[in-house]
């Protein structure tokens, strides 16, 4: 998750007063209708409740990747699980492909699959394994979590490789994750035409009136961005990332003001198989504090985004969310 830009703030302020959507008619993907994993996908968004993970084992340090494995991911899991029946994973590599076979030893619902390097072909061939392995639970795969943003890449690359990458798996609903203001760019328009759905990233924590403004602004935030953002796509849009970081303080980021905004947002954004929204994040990332970005220096809020701390205990948001029944 990155820092949002000045273009970010804009956008977003016009988005919060209902500004309309940037286009006439809203783009579908070519594909949605025919990728037998989106009526899962579907079925999970109006039915389930997403989270946004990455295994507490993986950390990266100084560039450098450590490993998880599945003992460490099914502690994970293990406590999510009673609250969360659903996944959005940011990467395959270091481990993170057995997401999926651990998740179905533990009656998940559903996962979405992340990709982090898009062109990293052996990281794909994992993703797609994991897919193949599960072809009930794993309803879509991401390509990327914010390389548009970060410069990486282009939309219409962007596009090219979601086309190629169905090639070899016409059964998966294919996508990548961005802010949501870049789909409302002209250049966004390939994607668009070529995504089965959406994930964005809807972050009202970085507009400059978020401090002082309540729960309940912050969560009507949400729903507006949503509202412009159907309009523009015509497929199923989840948001994957939202929420308040817990510290520091001194930035107005607090665990009672991150309970305080889900239930907002819960009560104002009831989910539905077109649009719903994942909780951001599972576990708090201290190492994240000194990642990279896009913005220079260290940025405080970035390891406490987590409903779990560090060590896997709930704070008062988790604990909030209801408890989910066994499928």
């Given at each position: 998750?990155?820092?949002?830009s000045?273009?970010l703030?804009v956008?977003?302020?016009?988005c919060?007063f ?11 993907g ?20 997403f ?6 084992q ?8 450590s490993r998880a494995?599945?003992?460490g991911?099914r502690?994970?899991?293990q ?12 990467g ?6 057995q ?6 030893q ?15 072909e052996a ?5 797609l ?6 072809p009930?639970l ?6 990327g979590?914010e ?8 939309f219409?690359a ?6 190629r990458?169905?090639q ?6 294919l ?14 328009a390939?994607?668009?035409a070529?995504?089965?759905f959406?994930l ?17 602004d912050?969560a009507?935030?949400v ?9 523009q796509y015509?497929?199923p849009v989840?948001?994957k990332?939202?929420?308040v970081?817990?510290?520091?303080a001194?930035l ?10 889900y ?23 201290p ?6 970005h896009?913005?220079p220096?260290?940025?405080p809020q ?13 704070k008062p948001?988790?604990r ?8």
């Amino acid at each position: 998750m990155c820092r949002r830009s000045l273009l970010l703030t804009v956008f977003a302020l016009l988005c919060a007063f209902d500004a309309p959507g940037g286009y006439a008619a809203p783009r579908c993907g070519r594909h949605a209708a025919a990728a037998p994993s989106l009526r899962l996908l579907e079925a999970a968004m109006a039915q389930g409740r997403f989270i946004a993970y990455q295994p507490t084992q993986i950390q990266v340090v100084a560039g450098r990747a450590s490993r998880a494995d599945a003992a460490g991911i099914r502690a994970d899991l293990q406590v999510l699980r009673p609250r969360f029946d659903a996944l959005i994973t940011y990467g395959a590599g270091n481990g993170a492909d057995q997401v999926a076979d651990v998740a179905a030893q533990l009656g998940f619902r559903a996962v979405i699959l992340g990709v982090w390097s898009i062109d990293d072909e052996a990281e794909i061939a994992l993703a797609l394994a994991a897919a193949a392995r599960h072809p009930q639970l794993v309803v879509g795969l991401s390509l990327g979590n914010e390389r548009v943003f970060a410069g990486v890449t282009d939309f219409p690359a962007l596009a090219a490789r979601i086309e190629r990458l169905r090639q070899r798996a016409p059964q998966l609903a294919l996508t990548t994750t961005e802010p949501f203001h870049l789909f409302a760019q002209d250049a966004a328009a390939p994607l668009l035409a070529t995504a089965d759905f959406l994930l964005v990233n809807v972050h009202p924590v970085f507009q400059p009136w978020f401090a002082g403004a309540p729960d309940a602004d912050a969560a009507r935030f949400v729903v507006n961005v949503m509202n412009d953002v159907v309009a523009q796509y015509c497929g199923p849009v989840l948001v994957k990332e939202t929420g308040v970081p817990t510290a520091p303080a001194a930035l107005g980021f607090t665990a009672a003001r991150q309970a305080g905004f889900y239930r907002a947002l819960r009560s104002q954004f009831p989910p539905t198989g077109r649009r719903a929204f994942a909780y951001f994040s599972a576990f708090d990332a201290p190492w994240r504090v000194n990642d990279a970005h896009p913005s220079p220096g260290a940025q405080p809020q970035e390891g406490s985004w987590g409903l779990f701390d560090a060590d896997r205990r709930p704070k008062p948001a988790a604990r909030d969310v209801p408890l989910r029944t066994a499928r």
